[in-house]
């Protein structure tokens, strides 16, 4: 399961604007300075939206996963002890039929891989291959919520500077409205 997935590199980093006054100077005026702040809102707004997207696929596969490791976790046990696996599946929306499955004669099963693809695995190494998809699936879930919280930073540090380069631009508007009053 290679889930692609961003990296703390690839998630621009916000600066706060210490000092606004120089900030100004350097970007000429309050409209451009905006509009640069801006276009980086909406990108991290944007990744934001991919971030959640993934995760909830995430939240999603987990426990696919996790229910086939679980349903092949009791395959072997019972094959261990030599008996035939009984259970339910459903074989219609709210129809269920009994079964009883021979897997203390056969250590063979079908994963489906996706894409429309299924292969016939050896019992053990099923539940190896889904061991690590587990692992690697939780792993890139942490992954995904650490890089959500960094990129919420990202948001709240851009905010804070609009708001600022905002109130600069009304703090100058001021300050020349009163000099061409008094002049």
């Known amino acids: 399961m290679a889930e692609a997935k961003p990296t703390r590199d690839a998630i621009p980093e916000a600066t706060f604007i210490e ?11 309050a409209e451009a ?20 997207q993934r995760k909830a696929k995430l939240k999603v596969k987990i426990p696919e996963i996790e229910s086939t490791y679980n349903s092949l976790l009791q395959m072997q046990a019972q094959s261990e002890l030599g008996a035939p696996l009984v259970t339910h599946y459903e074989l219609a929306q709210s129809v269920y039929v ?8 056969e250590n063979k099963v079908c994963l489906w891989l996706g894409a429309n693809v299924m292969l016939e695995y050896q019992r053990e190494e099923a539940i190896e291959l889904l061991e690590k998809n587990l692992a690697s699936a939780k792993k890139a879930l942490d992954d995904l919520i650490e890089d959500q919280g960094f990129l919420r930073d990202q948001v709240t540090t851009t905010e804070v500077n609009m708001a600022r380069v905002f109130n600069w631009d009304v703090k100058e508007r001021r300050k020349k409205k009163a000099a061409g009053e008094i002049s």
């Open 19 to 29: 000092d606004i006054e120089a900030f100004m100077k350097k970007e000429g005026s």
């Open 33 to 52: 300075a905006l509009e640069k702040l801006q276009r980086f809102y909406s990108a991290c707004k944007m990744m934001e939206q991919r971030l959640t």
């Open 98 to 105: 009994k079964a009883m499955v021979p897997v203390h004669e």
